[in-house]
């Protein structure tokens, strides 16, 4: 007979959400040379171009929840996410601000919206996301979304790194980064507190959750993954990151 796990108290397993953050990918060996201001002009092109894939991911990822969503209340506040995004007749919104960002370091628009230095994996990784959020039950999907409970340290690291370490990087570019800090915090707000209430009635409930996050966490990393492979070449010599010339200009 197995044994019935008790479950963690709220302050518990909130913790064990957290604690999953060392996984995050503000790890990543890419993103530790991005911080240590080690990357070149191309090599940080090739991360903004491949991130918009993720960007224009989101608002569909979220819309799928509202469609799988039976409850009004949640909605309501869930819809948010969709216009920070695409932007309404008040503000421009996040895909358009990451455009800018492309602009800022070096892009064209063409260059990041027609999504023709989107790597296979990224396209993979963000499409497996999406995917998740149309099949599986919306608390599912708001629990994914908790990799954000690490985000706002990520956009503060760009913000106070890259002035000093990219200063070419036209500073309209730092838009999208700081317009996150506050959004990221409001939403890891409501989707903490579904995520504690619906997976917090048993112990395989919560560590199913865990197991969620880990699961989007892994898109991250693998978006990641996927990014250091396009824009540096894999033969690292001594330490050094050599960048595959045909991939940017
Ligand atoms: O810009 C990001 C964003 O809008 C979101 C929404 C949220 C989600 O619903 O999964 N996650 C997320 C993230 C954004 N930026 C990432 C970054 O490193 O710039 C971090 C990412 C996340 O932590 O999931």
């Known amino acids: 007979m197995t044994a019935v796990l008790t479950p963690w108290t709220r302050e518990e397993f ?7 953050g060392k996984g995050y990918h503000s790890h990543h060996p890419f993103n530790v040379l991005m911080y240590e201001g080690k990357l070149t002009r191309e090599q940080l092109q ?4 491949n991130r918009f894939y993720y960007q224009i991911g989101i608002p569909q990822k ?7 969503c039976p409850d009004r209340e949640i ?6 996410r969709i216009t920070d995004h695409d932007g309404d007749d008040k503000a421009e919104g996040g895909i358009e601000a990451w455009i800018k960002l492309g602009e800022a370091v070096g892009l064209t628009r063409e260059d990041v919206t027609s999504l023709k230095f989107v790597s296979p994996g990224v396209r993979f990784a963000v499409d497996a996301y999406i995917n998740f959020a149309r099949q599986r039950p919306w ?5 994914s979304s908790l990799t954000e409970l690490f985000a706002p340290h990520i956009h503060q690291q760009r913000i106070s790194s890259w002035p000093e370490m990219y200063p070419w990087v036209k500073e ?5 980064f ?8 409001r939403d890891v707000e409501q989707g903490l507190a579904v995520t504690l209430s619906h997976f917090g009635k048993s112990r395989e409930m919560q560590e199913r959750a865990l197991e969620i996050l880990q699961f989007k966490l892994n898109v991250l990393w693998v978006i990641s ?6 824009c540096c070449d894999v033969s690292i010599e001594n330490g050094v990151h050599y960048l595959r010339q045909d991939q940017m200009k």
């Open 14 to 20: 909130e913790n064990k959400l957290r604690e999953k």
């Open 46 to 49: 090739c991360w903004v171009a």
């Open 62 to 68: 979220d819309a799928a929840i509202m469609s799988n």
């Open 75 to 80: 909605r309501r506040s869930w819809i948010l």
């Open 139 to 143: 608390q599912e999907s708001v629990c």
């Open 172 to 176: 309209e570019g730092m838009i999208y």
């Open 178 to 185: 700081k317009k996150r800090l506050t959004e990221a915090r």
């Open 225 to 230: 993954d996927s990014i250091m492979l396009a």
